[in-house]
Structures are given as C-alpha cells and as structure tokens.
C-alpha cells in the first residue's frame, strides 16, 4: 500500500510539475467558476420585474382596452372618463398619434393602439406580447359573435403551479461535469508508458520487472484520486468560499459522481492509446472535454437549447449534458426518474471505451 | 523591417488560431446581429404537454397550441421537470382525466399549468391556455359549438406595426464593435507575444549584443513594429468587415466615431501585450495570459452582460478596466452621443500608464541583469 502511495505520488508530481498543466488542472476550472459567479449569481432565481405594461391609445380605443377587464356589473360606458385606463395588465392614456410615437420612440410608453386596434411598437418584449395577445383576445372575442353573457370571464380554467427555477445553473453544471471528467488528463498518460511509441519511458516500463497491470492500475489510481479531489474542491470552494448553494447533501450524488469519474478515466485512456502523438493527446483531451462542455452549455445557456432542439440526438448521448442535467435533477430538483439509466449508460460507456484500449493496446504494445 | 518579417512568420504559424478568433468574431457578431430586429416578432412558445385524457376539448386544445407555438410531449410532470429548469420549454400544460368533463360540468380549473415565475415567457402561457376553455365553454354555454368556427376565430390576429427610427445597421456595428474589444485583446496579446519571445531567444539575444544598434534603439523598433502590427490588425479586421458585413455604415455619420474608439482602443491593446510581455517570458505564460485576462476582462466590462446586472462591488472594480470605458464609449454613440472625449481620455490614459509600466519594468529588469 505504501509504495502505491508513493507511485501515485510521484505521478500527480510529475504530472503537475509545470505551469501548464497546473493551470489547466486547477486554476483554468476555479477561475471560470469564480467569473461564473461573479457574473451570473445576482440572476439565479430572480424573477423578472414585470410592471404594467404603459400604453397610449386613440380614444376611440378606450372601449375594447376597458372591457379586456370589465367588471361584472358593467357601468353606463357613456359616462366613463375616456382618458386613462388601468388594469392588472396595462396602463394608459389617450393620446394624438404624432404625441405617441414621439413618447414610443423616447421609450415612454411600449406600445399604442389605434382607433381600427392596429398597435404600434418600436421594440420586441413581454410587454408587447402581452398588449398583442390583449387586443387579439379582443378581436377574436368579437369573431366568435357570441352574447356577452356566454362567456365567464370570472372563472378560473387554470391551476397554476409557479416554481421559481434558475436556467443560467446550466453554465455551473457544465462546468462541474467538466471536471469530474479530469481524470481523463492523468489516464491519457497511460497509453504512452505501455505501447512503444519511441519514448524512452514507455521502453523502460517494457523491460522492467514491474507487472503492466500495476503500472496500469497506479495510473488509474492516480487519475481516480486527483479527479476526486478536484471534485471536493470544486465543492468547497463552491459551497464555502463562494456561498453558492448547488450541492445538496444527497448520497445519490455519489453513484453519479462516481460513475463520470470512471467515464473520464476512460476517456483519457482511450484518447492516450488511440493518439500516437503526446502533444495531440493533450490537445484532444482538452480540446473534446471543452466540446462536449460547451455543447451542454458551459459558454451559453442559448447554446444547450440550440443544440437540444436541433440535434437532440448528439444533446441526449454527449456525456457532459448527462452528468450535468444528472447533478441538477438530484440536487435542484430532488427528481431521481432517469439516475439509474443515466449512471449505467457511464458505466456502458467506459466499458466499452476500456474495451477497445486494451484491444488496441495488446496489438501494439511490442 | 526585420521584426515585420518575423510577425509575418508568426502569423502563418498561428493561421488556424488567427481564422478560429476571426471565426469566434465573426459568429459573435451574426449572434448579436441577431438580437436587433427590425420587425414584430412574437415568440413561439415551447410548451410541454401531459395528455391524460383523450377527449375532443383536449384534443382542439393540442391542435390549438400546435399552431402558432412548439409542443413537446411528456408522459408525467416529473420527466418534464428538467425541461422547464433549463428553459427547454417554457411552460407544462397537463391535461387532466376527466378536464372535459370537469369544464362543462363543475366551476373546477380543467387544465393544470406549471410554470416558471422567474421566465416571462412562462407566465404569458398561464393566459394562452386560460383562453381556449373561456371559448369552448362560451360556445358550450351558447349553444353553438363549432370547432371550426372556433378554430377561425382563433386565427383574428392584432395588426401590429414596427416603428423604429434607429438603423439596425448601426446596432448591429455596435454589437461588432463590443465582440472586437475583446477578440482583438486575444489575438493581439498573443501574436505580440510571440513576436516578443522569439526575440529572446539566445541566439538572437547574443546577436543583437553585439550588434551596433543600440539596446534602446532595438527595443523602439519592436516597439514600432509592434504598433505597426496592431495597425495591420485594426486594417483588415475592420476593412473586412465594413466592406463584407456593413457596407451601409460606410455613409453613417457615427462611423467616424466607431472608427476613432476602435482604433485607440487597438492600440492601447498593443501598448497592454507590451506590459504583458514584460511580465511573461516563455510561451505557455504568455498562452495562458492571452487565453486568460480577455475572458476576465470582458466579464468584468460588461461586454457580456451589462454591468448593471452585476453586483455593487463588481461594477467598482469594472471602473479599472480600459474595456468597460471603451463599451460606455460605444454606448454613447449608439445612442447618437458623440460626446465620448472623457472616454477616450481615460482608455488614452490607460495606454500611456501601460506604456510607462513597460518601460519602468523593462529598466528594472536591465538592472537586475547587470
């Protein structure tokens, strides 16, 4: 066990032993959740601040806009003060069509309704969607052409159940995915110390009595434990230094996490034994984790759903976006429907990954 | 002339890095650009469905979505669950057993929603889907149903008319303009970088000791190349891109003030890779820093996200970034201000203060050697 111990030792030495590595292994993943949360925590969970949308119409538009809201009892309509109105969704004032798109330009109001309830607007938003869907109700209303009295615009037809939910937490799974998977950096090493590429370290490691399994699993062994640690980190320092809660202490986290570190360590072993080149092997390594990262929505949120809509296929198979959407089932969501089936498909993945390395690598180790 | 042929050489050797930033700008800005509409669009809506029961009202309601909006199908909330945390969909509407039976006979909702409050887009679908019941059973109540009436009905749209005297043009140069900050911060810190290390090599160090060029007249000509070169880049990248991309900005009378930044801008960005040379003396530093200080720079500046969604402390310390006056500079003049000469002072400013880091380091390093 001791000589183990300084094997795996002397692995992560040699492996963090210069400035590259060191900064893409701990400081690349710390500072991006660092920039992370500084630039996305204030939008976790803030609800957006909608205010009466302000309007301006021709009076002939008053009656239609009032009757949107009518009470139940409706008043002599002659003898309603024409020039503002309010409800729950709007607010407005008559006004002279040049007077309004004067305010619609400066940004006063967001929209104004004609006398024919054509609506004018000088941006897109909520608030324009909700004035468009307000007079569309109206003139669909007065399609139907059906009594006033059918319809019971007092009733409920919906039960709404709101749950406030933090879509930018995608970006912070992504990247939490991402480094559960840097084991693959130290196993990519491995191919290099068994096939004989010309590396001197790889004809040391053919002749000496040392078994190839025990090379192998000290390898493995380190990749598993600096994985594992990068992981606690991550969570410390997410937890207790940045005091953003992501991690709920839930044991079904520890199947997942598990089974993305063993996906990550087969990840690297396959790119190190597929790749000849050392310097490729690092490239690729980085390079497929930041893709795949992205492709679950490291850099965007935007990007994850482009991706989900067009290319659900490449979004439901990509490793990242499974270990991601993973973490935020069982931490945000407390939802374990899909863990077994997500944990056994890691675990398909790596085996078959592991398969086609030693296959690859029994033909070429001579 | 030297040093111009070595940047030269450096840029063939960095091609594939130099077409991936130009790349990234060029994306960038069609994913801005896109923002900018000249034209009401109202967004589809993407809504999940639970259909629990088969029934004509659940069935013309399913038709009735599917029309103008982007319908997934769940089999229980909690597969669905996912979708609406990320924003995949906006809303669920569930069709409960018995929801026709529930309308016609009983004051119950028919319908269940599930919403996010924190999504604007989600609270607008708790109204689309309150409508469709309000009809049917308007009908019901009138003794006239009619799906196919109803279905016409539902067609009425409201004319909306898009009036916006700000050109898109013009918007979608100040989004160009914004992704440039940074990109060109990338693509400059790292071919100076370069520049600068292949000229301390030890070879070319001995050369240049016992050459008769002064050491001070050698490191003014890298100097000189070196905004030479930020030049160059300012050139072609905004050259190609007034005449590929926004050729209608050419007759634009902000244009000139666009220009003005960015070219300040470029060369403060030179005169910032000189101090980082300074600092940084082998590649993999300089590869890091490049890759590094722009992505922190350009969350700090509000290049991503405005600064006024950041917190109180991070808006203070955006103040110490040459970017964030650049983006209130380009801000201004989006806006039809040309009143930017305090924000071109303080980037100017920025510039000689990294200048005179630069030389002050350089001297101290020369010292440090003797």
Excluded at chain 1, 62 to 86: G, R
Excluded at chain 1, 147 to 171: C, H, M, Q, T, W
Excluded at chain 2, 1 to 21: G, H, Q, R, V
Excluded at chain 2, 147 to 169: D, G, M
């Amino acid at each position: 066990m001791a000589r183990m111990l300084t094997y795996i030792k002397y692995e992560l030495k040699i492996f963090l032993g210069n400035y590259s590595n060191m900064f893409w292994m701990i400081a690349f993943p710390l500072l991006l959740l660092t920039v992370f949360t500084i630039s996305f925590s204030g939008l976790r969970f803030q609800e957006p601040d909608l205010e009466k949308t302000p309007v301006a119409y021709h009076e002939e538009a008053f009656v239609p806009l009032y009757l949107v809201e009518a009470p139940k009892e409706l008043p002599n309509m002659d003898m309603l003060d024409t020039s503002s109105i309010e409800n729950s969704l709007f607010k407005g004032k008559a006004m002279a069509k040049d007077e309004a798109l004067a305010a619609l330009k400066e940004d006063q109001i967001d929209a104004y309704v004609d006398k024919d309830l054509s609506m004018v607007i000088s941006r897109n938003g909520i608030n324009q969607m909700i004035m468009d869907e307000v007079i569309t109700t109206t003139k669909q209303i007065s399609s139907l052409n059906l009594p006033l009295a059918a319809y019971d615009f007092n009733r409920n037809y919906v039960e709404n159940s709101g749950e406030k939910y933090s879509s930018i937490d995608v970006i912070f799974y992504s990247l939490f995915a991402m480094v559960s998977l840097y084991g693959a950096y130290l196993a990519g090493t491995i191919g290099n110390r068994l096939i004989v590429r010309g590396q001197t370290v790889a004809l040391r490691n053919a002749t000496t009595s040392t078994p190839k399994a025990w090379q192998v699993m000290v390898s493995v062994a380190a990749s598993f434990l600096w994985s594992l640690f990068m992981i606690a980190m991550m969570i410390i320092y997410t937890e207790f230094i940045l005091k953003q809660n992501f991690f709920s202490p839930d044991i079904n986290n520890i199947p997942l996490i598990l089974s993305a570190l063993i996906f990550g360590i087969a990840w690297g072993l396959f790119l190190g034994v597929m790749i000849k080149k050392e310097s490729l092997q690092t490239a690729a390594i980085i390079s497929s984790l930041l893709i795949m990262s992205g492709l679950s929505g490291l850099f965007s949120d935007g990007i994850r759903i482009l991706i989900q809509r067009s290319f659900p296929l490449i979004f439901k198979f990509n490793p990242v976006s499974m270990i991601g959407d993973e973490l935020i089932k069982v931490n945000m969501l407390g939802n374990y429907s899909t863990l077994n089936t997500t944990v056994l498909l890691l675990i398909g993945y790596s085996i078959i990954l592991i398969s086609i390395s030693i296959l690859h690598m029994r033909r070429k180790r001579v | 002339m030297n040093t111009l042929y070595y940047f030269i050489k450096i840029a063939k050797k960095n091609k594939i890095m130099l077409i991936s930033y130009m790349a990234i700008l060029i994306i960038l800005t069609s994913l801005i650009s896109g923002t900018y509409e000249d034209k009401y669009s109202r967004q589809k809506l993407n809504i999940g469905i639970i259909k629990n029961e088969d029934s004509q009202f659940g069935n013309s309601l399913i038709e009735y979505l599917d029309k103008e909006n982007n319908i997934y199908y769940y089999d229980c909330q909690e597969a669905a669950e996912l979708d609406l945390y990320t924003r995949f969909i906006d809303g669920i509407v569930e069709i409960p057993v018995d929801s026709e039976k529930i309308l016609l006979s009983t004051n119950d909702p028919p319908l269940r929603v599930f919403t996010d409050i924190t999504n604007s887009q989600s609270i607008f679908l708790h109204r689309i889907a309150n409508k469709y019941p309000l009809y049917y059973k308007a009908m019901i109540n009138a003794g006239q149903l009619d799906l196919e009436r109803l279905s016409t009905a539902l067609h009425e749209k409201a004319e909306v008319i898009f009036s916006s005297a700000q050109n898109v043009t013009e918007k979608r140069f100040h989004g160009f303009a914004g992704v440039y900050g940074f990109v060109v911060m990338m693509i400059l810190i790292k071919l100076l970088g370069d520049l600068n290390i292949s000229f301390n090599k030890k070879n070319i160090q001995i050369r240049n000791r016992i050459s008769s060029k002064s050491n001070h007249r050698l490191k003014g000509e890298i100097m000189l190349a070196q905004i030479l070169i930020a030049v160059l880049a300012f050139l072609i990248v905004i050259g190609f891109f007034l005449l590929v991309l926004f050729g209608e900005m050419l007759k634009s009378q902000s244009l000139a003030y666009y220009l003005l930044v960015i070219f300040l801008w470029t060369m403060v960005v030179a005169l910032f890779s000189n101090l980082i040379n300074q600092i940084s003396k082998t590649k993999a530093l300089n590869d890091i820093i490049g890759n590094a200080l722009p992505v922190i720079i350009m969350f700090l500046s509000g290049s991503v996200l405005p600064i006024e969604f950041m917190p109180g402390f991070i808006q203070n310390i955006a103040k110490f970034s040459p970017l964030f006056y650049y983006n209130q500079g380009l801000l201004k003049i989006s806006e039809s201000n040309f009143d930017i000469s305090g924000e071109l002072l303080i980037v100017g400013a920025f510039g000689i203060a990294f200048y005179l880091t630069s030389i002050y380091l350089n001297k101290e390093r020369k010292t440090e050697t003797l």
